[in-house]
């Protein structure tokens, strides 16, 4: 298995402003994921950071909103920019393992 | 992508077995199927996953029907610490990465 920890755990910010979110893994592995789970609502995939090549973003998703680093195998940061009260959620980093895919904690994020 | 149909919600009597249903008629060959679970406030739990045969695990069995258009997630004895939201899944391979794709999910409530 991996354990997998985030920085921050919450935040509370301001509209127009950015947040990044970090989040590290106890082992190398090649594939991460960054989903959002708005309030009461299940999981969506935001993108998918391999390392070495550029974040690969689902419908919906872009880059100037949600940029993603990916430096290294055990570590990565979401960063959510410009942000409105709809991007109030739990952001969540996952990575696979094997045939395995494991969460983190997640990051709860209120935008007021 | 192949879309799982879940309850949306299923009740258990503590020390019984919960048997949490999951359709995925449009499921292709090479498709897995796997279950996560997510306690309030946490990230997801992986539990399982299969792609043919049944699997058991410490925590919990998955039969998948021979047409593979269905399976079942098998608690054995269900605690009250097996309260959570449930996520059948099938995982999407894409060339050299996959994804998962949360639905609805079932909330399991296990009684005393």
């Known amino acids: 298995s991996a354990v997998i920890s985030q920085k921050p755990s919450r935040d509370i910010c301001q509209r127009g402003t950015s947040l990044t979110i970090q989040c590290q893994v106890d082992?190398?592995?090649?594939?991460m994921f960054w989903y959002r789970q708005q309030p009461g609502q299940s999981l969506t995939l935001i993108a998918t950071?391999?390392?070495?090549?550029?974040?690969?973003?689902e419908s919906g998703f872009v880059i100037d909103k949600f940029p993603i680093s990916r430096p290294n195998l055990t570590f990565s940061t979401l960063t959510v920019s410009n942000m409105s009260p709809e991007d109030s959620s739990i952001y969540l980093c996952?990575?696979?393992?094997?045939?395995?895919?494991?969460f983190g904690p997640g990051t709860r994020l209120t935008v007021t | 992508d192949a879309k799982t149909t879940q309850p949306t919600s299923m009740d258990c009597a503590e020390g019984r077995a919960a048997n949490l249903p999951c359709n995925h008629s449009?499921?292709?060959?090479?498709?897995?199927v796997y279950w996560y679970r997510q306690i309030h406030s946490q990230g997801p739990q992986y539990i399982i996953h299969?792609?043919?045969n049944n699997e058991t695990n410490e925590m919990a069995s998955l039969i998948i029907t021979e047409d593979r258009k269905s399976s079942t997630l098998i608690l054995p004895h269900a605690t009250l610490r097996d309260t959570a939201v449930y996520y059948c899944?099938?995982?999407?391979?894409?060339?050299?990465?996959?994804?998962?794709?949360f639905g609805k999910g079932t909330l399991l409530t296990v009684n005393p």
């Open positions: 996952s990575v696979a393992l094997v045939n395995e895919q494991y």
């Open positions: 299969g792609l043919k």
């Open positions: 082992s190398q592995v090649t594939m």
């Open positions: 449009t499921i292709s060959g090479n498709e897995y």
């Open positions: 899944i099938v995982r999407v391979v894409r060339g050299s990465n996959y994804k998962l794709t």
């Open positions: 950071a391999n390392q070495g090549s550029e974040a690969t973003y």
